[in-house]
């Protein structure tokens, strides 16, 4: 089956550990994103990439870094910069031209 | 700059009602407009989209949405609620020359039915 798969589902980290949440795509999109879901905030872009080895800033990006080495994988570490980090993390992918986004199941970050 | 407003964070309808869920949007050039629904803890699922075919678009689950451009507008209808559809829905903008990757949300409809 394809799809998006993001591990693990909850994640608990002590305040100012840095940690990393798997994103991972077997659709051959060439698009990857992150978003964060507060209560009542809807989604806000934090990184998107369109290609292997390139990925742009979204809306909220400090606190956050990315990579995409390979075209399948994006993954996003939560550094400690992040001042308030307990969210909802969903990951997204889409076709290169596409119009739609396709979501993971989400990554639930608790920072005690 | 695009933008999305849905009016009402929480609504509530009896099973068999109509659901109605209000999107307004702002967008400076054509947009595509997506409806998402998001169960409890679970990611989003896609249940329809508009970019610029046709204008009433039907989707899964026997919702479906009209675009009015006049009224800047997007909603999601439902003739008949069903227990299932107790979820939250989220309300989408791209702008169309931008292809997908500027996606703009909406802050969400929580949506509740009473048996």
């Known amino acids: 089956d394809g799809g998006i798969t993001q591990s693990p589902k909850y994640l608990f980290r002590k305040e100012g550990q840095n940690v990393t949440l798997s994103c991972e795509q077997n659709l051959n999109h060439d698009a990857m994103y992150w978003y964060r879901q507060d209560p009542g905030q809807g989604l806000r872009l934090i990184y998107y990439?369109?290609?292997?080895?390139?990925?742009q800033k979204g809306d909220i990006a400090e606190g956050y870094s990315v990579s995409r080495e390979k075209k399948e994988s994006f993954p996003l570490t939560v550094t400690s910069a992040q001042k308030n980090p307990t969210a909802f993390y969903l990951c997204?992918?889409?076709?290169?031209?596409?119009?739609?986004?396709?979501f993971g199941p989400g990554t639930r970050l608790t920072v005690l | 700059a695009q933008s999305v407003t849905q009016l009402g964070s929480h609504v509530s309808v009896s099973e068999g009602a109509l659901v109605l869920l209000r999107c307004n949007y702002s967008s400076s050039v054509p947009p595509y407009l997506f409806w998402y629904v998001q169960y409890p803890n679970q990611g989003l699922q896609l249940l329809l989209k508009y970019t610029s075919a046709a204008t009433l678009v039907k989707g899964i689950n026997g919702f479906e949405a009209e675009f009015k451009k006049s009224e800047t507008s997007f909603h999601l209808t439902k003739p008949s609620a069903h227990m299932s559809d107790a979820a939250e829905y989220f309300c989408?903008?791209?702008?169309?020359?931008?292809?997908?990757?500027?996606?703009?949300f909406g802050t969400g409809t929580r949506l509740t039915i009473i048996p």
């Open positions: 990439s369109q290609i292997v080895n390139d990925f």
């Open positions: 997204a992918s889409s076709s290169k031209g596409g119009d739609t986004q396709y």
């Open positions: 989408a903008v791209s702008e169309s020359n931008f292809g997908n990757e500027k996606l703009t």
